[in-house]
């Protein structure tokens, strides 16, 4: 199919959308226009009723023919007696989260043959875990200090030296390239 056949549809397919909107703008309009005017003469009633008293006004509910009458209302049911109160609870010693731990492997089986602090235990394996890098049981430093080496790592290609932004331009362009040598 040649250009100008191309360009020529193209404007066909315009032409037939602008007819299409052209005429969805008249409906609506028209409509709009209608309720406008409507509303407009509901605004003239009003005034002319207030200014010139011209129209009856509208009886209460109850005193029009077409209202029933009230029902009577319902007697109310009794109340029932209110429970009494509980009693206090005994106030409860504030303990340190260490003294809970070191009472954690009280009463345990094997108390006597592997003694086991809970605290320390949580000290110990966090240095343990955070000791290649540095953090010194800090998880927060290890978390930070693998995401950098993890991103220099990622970006050694593009040579970004870990800034993320860089490597994805780098990338952005390397694609380029290979494209338009294709």
């Given at each position: ?38 509303a407009d003469l509901r605004a003239g ?138």
């Amino acid at each position: 199919m040649s250009i100008r056949e191309q360009e020529r549809r193209q404007k066909q397919a315009e032409k037939r959308i602008d007819e299409r909107m052209r005429r969805s703008d008249r409906e609506v309009r028209g409509a709009m226009d209608e309720r406008s005017r409507q509303a407009d003469l509901r605004a003239g009633e009003v005034v002319r009723r207030i200014e010139k008293g011209d129209a009856d006004p509208r009886p209460l509910p109850g005193l029009r023919e077409d209202s029933l009458g009230s029902m009577e209302s319902m007697k109310s049911m009794e109340s029932s007696e209110s429970m009494e109160s509980m009693k206090s609870a005994d106030p409860v010693m504030e303990v340190s989260a260490d003294a809970e731990a070191r009472e954690m492997g009280k009463d345990m089986p094997l108390e006597e043959h592997v003694p086991f602090n809970a605290a320390e235990a949580e000290e110990d394996l966090a240095r343990r875990i955070t000791e290649d890098t540095g953090g010194h049981g800090d998880p927060h430093a290890h978390n930070e200090q693998k995401a950098d080496e993890m991103s220099r790592r990622m970006t050694e290609d593009t040579g970004a030296e870990g800034d993320m932004t860089k490597h994805a331009e780098g990338k952005v362009d390397q694609m380029g390239q290979e494209m338009f040598e294709d």
